[in-house]
């Protein structure tokens, strides 16, 4: 049998890691400055992790939602502690997707409305509701097409305050990104985090943060959209939430009441599952990663910007986009083949860094050397 070949694979076989760092099979090392996609968040084969998931294994790897599961409300105390958003409920699935598609549904039984905001250049996942709100036609099957998604142009408060006063009492919720990944590392503005907030409020809306690649940590802060200081109704999570253990979830806020039947799910809240996410919540507590992720980030955002052929560096902590000129495509591959250095990309010519959230500045200053004598060669 063959893959169904949907992905274009770059020729290496990683077959180990340790922290940020990563082997071949012939044992080259290679520095993941991609973190697999923004999953690795406390580094590859973190000890904690391995010693909490292989013990949890030797226990009870599954059993279904239709008995106590323990380890769930410990994962959820855990994250509410860690979060700082202890009132919040939560419900586990398996991908960011899942968790957006849980998020945008359980808004629509809120509030019993059907439209949804979302916006230009966002990337929510590919599942029906997800990929409907996602502005790529080109993965949007005519079978997700809908008329309930208004697109809407990013961070344009006008354009914001028209959709609602024109759509009244149809919107059920508004879902964004703090800051849009795939969309080539864009930050929200606070003033316009703060606009949802204030037009979800007014209009009865749910307001969705998509923080399923910003979130977890990543930017300094546990949520991204907490530096606008406003709370959203839902949260989504999944990639760094079990770094690289299948995990998802949404976080919900107590004035959105539960119903036996309204979500489920066969494998979300595993034992498993479960594990993976305290591992990692405990890892990021004991050794201050947050922190981390805004020093290291910091540092690396100051030391780009010095660099003349750069056009625009953004992001915030350890979630960074380097813009570069058209006359630099090879850029990525440069890195990735002469000096063994993983990195994500975004469209036009957007150099995506993500790495886990324990990168050293040690690691910093590796890719900094080696991206400075790609732009000089
Ligand atoms: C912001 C955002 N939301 C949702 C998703 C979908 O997550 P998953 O691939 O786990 O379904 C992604 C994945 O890249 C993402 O970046």
Redesign the pocket.
Same mark, same amino acid.
């Given at each position: 049998m063959n893959l169904f070949d949907v992905y274009p694979v770059n020729p290496i076989n990683i077959v180990r890691g340790q922290g940020s760092l990563v082997y071949d099979a012939q044992d080259t090392e290679y520095l993941d400055m991609y973190g697999g996609?923004?999953v690795i968040s406390i580094g590859h084969t973190h000890p904690h992790y391995v010693k909490r998931l292989e013990a949890q294994l030797h226990q009870l790897g599954f059993y279904s939602n239709s008995i106590e599961i323990p380890i769930q409300k410990e994962l959820a105390a855990k994250l509410g502690k860690v979060s700082g958003k202890d009132d919040y409920q939560l419900f586990m699935c398996n *991908?960011?997707?899942?968790?957006?598609e849980n998020a945008l549904k359980l808004a629509s039984f809120y509030n019993g409305k059907k439209k949804v905001i979302a916006f230009r250049k966002a990337?929510?996942?590919?599942?029906s509701l997800?990929v409907a709100v996602t502005d790529n036609p080109k993965i949007v099957a005519p079978i997700n097409e809908t008329d309930n998604v208004i697109f809407l142009p990013w961070s344009d408060e006008a354009a914001l305050e028209q959709a609602f006063a024109d759509h009244k009492d149809e919107i059920s919720s508004v879902i964004i990104?703090g800051i849009?990944? #795939?969309g080539g590392i864009q930050v929200a503005p606070e003033s316009f985090l703060q606009k949802i907030r204030s037009l979800c409020d007014e209009y009865n809306a749910v307001f969705i943060a998509?923080s #399923?690649?910003?979130g977890y940590g990543r930017t300094g802060k546990f949520f991204s959209q907490d530096f606008a200081g406003v709370n959203a109704d839902i949260y *989504?999570m999944?990639?760094g939430m079990g770094n690289g253990f299948p995990v998802?979830g949404i976080i919900i806020l107590p004035k959105i009441q539960p119903a036996y039947g309204m979500l489920g799910t066969t494998f979300g809240g595993n034992h498993l599952a479960c594990a993976a996410g305290l591992a990692v919540l405990e890892v990021m507590e004991q050794d201050n990663l947050m922190q981390n992720a805004a020093t290291v980030g910091d540092y690396l955002i100051k030391e780009i910007k010095k660099l003349e052929q750069v056009k625009e560096v953004r992001g915030r902590g350890l979630m960074i986009g380097i813009e570069l000129p058209e006359e630099l495509p090879n850029v990525r591959k440069e890195l990735l083949f002469k000096h063994h250095i993983f990195t994500g990309e975004a469209k036009p010519n957007v150099v995506r860094l993500l790495p886990a959230l324990n990168l050293t500045k040690a690691n910093a200053d590796r890719f900094l050397e080696a991206f400075v004598s790609v732009l000089n060669p």
């Open positions: 996609h923004a *991908s960011g997707a899942e968790a957006n990337f929510h996942g590919r599942t997800a990104e849009q990944g #795939v998509d #399923v690649q910003c *989504s999944a990639k998802g």
